[in-house]
């Protein structure tokens, strides 16, 4: 999902229930702290968690919490020098993103260039400057630039990439009162595909000797064959030295699948004796939960996370969160999400955790609200991810995700370890 900030206008304010100079609005379904002088009706731009905002910006606005490297060097800002936004709890309220009136764009326009602003565009630039991106850790850039375009295979039209899954708290107003919406576990695991997909025969040099001749006098000869074909989230695997433990999650749909299906799936458990998504510490979470999150917090989970999923040490697991069929021409056509159950049972696979069938009325933001909470008893050794909300479109399902706050806060303690590769985001381009 691609990072932008976004021009809002506050709906609403609520006291912050300890501090006296603040308080508290929501935007796009986060709660967010802002100044106590902030009104309704006031415009300005929201960035969500998990950005990273460009250091001109900080500058001009005294956002650097060391004054030398603001404009003003008498002014005490929130950010330290990697300019993140992060998820936090302040004083006991939790604050999901960064709120500014549209005033902060004065002095960069002013120096870079004048541009029309309107509420409700989203962005990243001002013109061609520069103003926040999302934030990818310096090793994860490095793995990028030398892994994640370099050595990416040409992608077969039969082949797609999934979709990007946007979140659903800038898009819950896509579900329209009436509809039905299924909510299942987001899962914190790596992206694979699969498909039994027309791909070119590899030939043998007489294969190739005999279908010139072939084509001298006439004949038509089969090019294309039926081929299983294995994927991450971007990049087709071509070599065993690329396909390494997706081999393996992969095994389960081998020699299964119809011609022209395609199935989506998340991997947990270990490569080997290594957790897919790595271990990380909880104690630094005191930093950024207040004493009693953090105490809850580790009293249920521990000192350590790791994404296991109920996988032992040299385990992993598979979990489909979208089945789809695709034909020569690339015109795709999703299953339900019924089907998607029905067909995960044929293969003898699992699907993602399910959680809820809601109609969606006047109380539907509250029921999402209420499903999206840390802990999981289907995973109850680490936290939950969040959840996804689907609604069946034909012929392509809207999917949108929603994260727990605790798991907002965690992701960017992860990211705090410079050693941190991001399985995900190294294939990423933008």
């Not at 009136?101 to 326009?109: A, E, G, K, R, T």
């Not at 565009?121 to 926040?132: F, M």
């Not at 999150?293 to 350590?304: A, L, M, P, Q, R």
Request: glycine share 6%.
């Amino acid at each position: 999902m691609a990072y932008t900030a976004t021009i809002v206008k506050i709906e609403e304010i609520r006291p912050h229930s300890n501090a006296d100079n603040l308080n508290l609005t929501t935007i796009h379904g986060n709660q967010v702290i802002v100044g106590k002088d902030t009104k309704v009706g006031d415009i300005g731009v929201f960035f969500p968690e998990g950005g990273q905002l460009f250091p001109d910006f900080v500058h001009f606005n005294n956002l650097y919490s060391d004054p030398p490297k603001n404009l003003d060097r008498n002014v005490k800002g929130y950010f330290d020098s990697n300019r993140r936004v992060r998820a936090l709890s302040f004083r006991g309220e939790k604050s999901e993103g960064f709120w500014l009136p549209l005033s902060c764009l004065n002095d960069v326009q002013t120096i870079f260039q004048e541009h029309e602003l309107n509420a409700n565009r989203d962005g990243t630039h001002i013109g061609n400057i520069e103003v926040c991106r999302k934030y990818v850790t310096p090793v994860t850039m490095f793995a990028r630039s030398d892994k994640g375009v370099k050595h990416r295979a040409a992608e077969s039209l039969m082949f797609p990439q999934h979709f990007d899954t946007n979140a659903f708290g800038k898009n819950s107003h896509k579900f329209l009162e009436g509809e039905v919406a299924y909510v299942t576990t987001k899962l914190h695991g790596t992206s694979q595909r699969v498909g039994n997909i027309l791909m070119d025969k590899k030939l043998t040099w007489k294969e190739k000797i005999a279908t010139k001749i072939a084509s001298w006098f006439g004949i038509e000869i089969v090019k294309k064959e039926w081929t299983f074909v294995i994927g991450t989230r971007r990049v087709t695997l071509n070599s065993k030295k690329q396909k390494g433990f997706r081999e393996l999650a992969a095994q389960p749909f081998m020699n299964k699948l119809h011609k022209g299906e395609l199935v989506y799936y998340e991997v947990v458990g270990y490569d080997n004796n290594v957790p897919v998504m790595g271990s990380h510490s909880n104690t630094k979470l005191a930093n950024f939960l207040s004493k009693e999150e953090y105490k809850k917090f580790i009293e249920t989970y521990g000192d350590k996370t790791i994404f296991s999923y109920n996988c032992s040490p040299g385990e992993l697991d598979v979990y489909v969160y979208r089945i789809a069929h695709i034909n020569e021409d690339g015109v795709i056509i999703d299953l339900p999400w019924d089907s998607v159950v029905s067909r995960c049972e044929e293969l003898g696979v699992k699907h993602v955790p399910y959680q809820a069938c809601i109609i969606v009325d006047k109380d539907f933001l509250q029921e999402i609200k209420e499903l999206n909470i840390p802990y999981n008893s289907d995973f109850p050794e680490h936290l939950s991810e969040g959840i996804c909300i689907r609604r069946d479109d034909y012929p392509t399902p809207l999917i949108l995700k929603e994260k727990t706050f605790e798991f907002k806060v965690l992701e960017g303690i992860i990211k705090d370890n410079q050693a941190y590769i991001d399985k995900e985001e190294v294939e990423d381009e933008s």
